[in-house]
């Protein structure tokens, strides 16, 4: 955790008085992505798992479809960078790629990309089930994980699931980079996403819905509201969308068949 | 407030049983911001005050300096699309414009970009002071202040004010349009922002305090925590950064000289 954080001196100021303390931040780091040696991205992310975010980033953006595809992964955290290299010279338009990250980020985003990604999005069909109690349960421990969070109130949190336990966790400045880590630890560890379910504390957009939709993940959880395209989406792909989600209350807002009792 | 929101109907789960109710969801919309017949980028927002976004958006991403360049200005909220005209067409090198485009955005920055843009800012040398008893005020005024969120808990907040009163205020589902909303309409009606306060509900980000510091603004609030380059620039820039403020405490990040008594 050291390498997340960092200590200033700081007034803090209550109604008992002013005193110095010292409080602990997040770490902004920011991260360049190479593609088959050219420049595509710079992230500022939390320093850690780079290798997971390069490869969740890439997949989440399209730019890459299987794990197959991928020759060699050097991540250089002292220079910032991971070089991905593809078995084909993948020679991706530049223009096209500045398209779509422009379009792209968190409150960045379009929908025009994200129907046309919509689109040639096949429907969810798992048929897996949850119950509020296990919804419950496992929202509990997900907001009790985050030792960053706790230090520094300054990072988001996502996991992926089964219906009794966490199985990835994650945090990081960015509500995006936060689960792109997780799929990207997924990918190259050759571990199925299809019946599993994604908790986020942030909130639920568009853009969001779709990256986990391309992970085939039928339910998603988030602590915090889904905007209203989140909910279209969400209804239109199969995927059960739970958000809202406080003690032991919950809102169900599209496919709520899958929530089981 | 109708053209932000959309209400879906929602199952509800309480310890006290299930319901159907109806909830309300804030509104992405998809705007492009076209600069000199250039699509430059489709930034998802909540639907208001597009000309002002499109206005801020082009000021805090530096590629208007001045409001006597703006020539004119056309906002389609049909088409979703905000036409700036300059007087000299500017001309914009559009591989440029993709590389700082890539590098923005929440979470998703540079801090190569925020490093040079940090290092031509000047020095904000205001003397404006602010009690704690002024900070707690403000912010309460604040959190009490958007319907919308009220509604969605979907959407951030941003203000401008003095030390007694909140003189602008905005809301969007994306934290930079919240605060590039303020400043576009600032620049529209020749407000001026320098001996001012900004309040934001996000997370205060090196980009985050840029993009005020470009506005000359001495004093920044946030609810929430800020990351370590946040407080690093604002150390650096002489900006106090106020940050945490929950109920009647908080914490003095930078700069705490402008903190009277």
């Not at 990309?113 to 509990?140: C, G, H, N, R």
């Not at 520094?152 to 945090?171: M, N, P, Q, R």
């Not at 936060?178 to 571990?191: H, P, Q, T």
Request: aromatic share 6%; glycine share 6%.
């Amino acid at each position: 955790m050291t390498n997340e954080i960092e200590r200033f001196p700081v007034l803090r100021v209550t109604e008992e008085g002013i005193s110095d303390i010292e409080e602990m931040t997040a770490r902004e780091f920011p991260l360049t992505i190479t593609l088959d040696n050219q420049e595509l991205v710079t992230l500022l992310c939390s320093p850690t798992n780079l290798k997971y975010l390069a490869i969740g980033f890439l997949f989440s953006e399209g730019l890459l479809k299987s794990k197959e595809e991928i020759k060699k992964i050097i991540a250089d955290e002292g220079k910032g960078v991971v070089w991905v290299e593809t078995k084909e010279d993948k020679g991706v338009d530049r223009e096209l790629v500045f398209k779509r990250f422009i379009t792209s980020g968190c409150g960045r985003g379009a929908s025009f990309y994200s129907a046309a990604d919509a689109q040639s999005q096949a429907k969810i069909e798992s048929q897996i089930k949850i119950s509020p109690e296990e919804v419950f349960a496992l929202v509990k421990e997900f907001q009790h994980r985050s030792q960053v969070y706790k230090a520094t109130h300054g990072v988001h949190s996502a996991a992926l699931c089964d219906t009794k336990s966490i199985l990835f966790f994650s945090d990081d400045i960015g509500r995006h980079n936060a689960i792109d880590k997780i799929f990207g630890e997924c990918i190259l560890n050759d571990i199925p996403t299809e019946e599993r379910i994604i908790i986020t504390s942030g909130r639920i957009s568009s853009e969001m819905l779709l990256k986990v939709a391309k992970r085939s993940i039928p339910i998603i959880i988030s602590i915090a509201a889904p905007t209203n395209l989140g909910v279209r989406l969400a209804a239109d792909l199969g995927i059960t969308l739970i958000g809202s989600v406080r003690g032991r209350k919950m809102n169900v807002y599209s496919n709520d068949w899958r929530i089981r009792g």
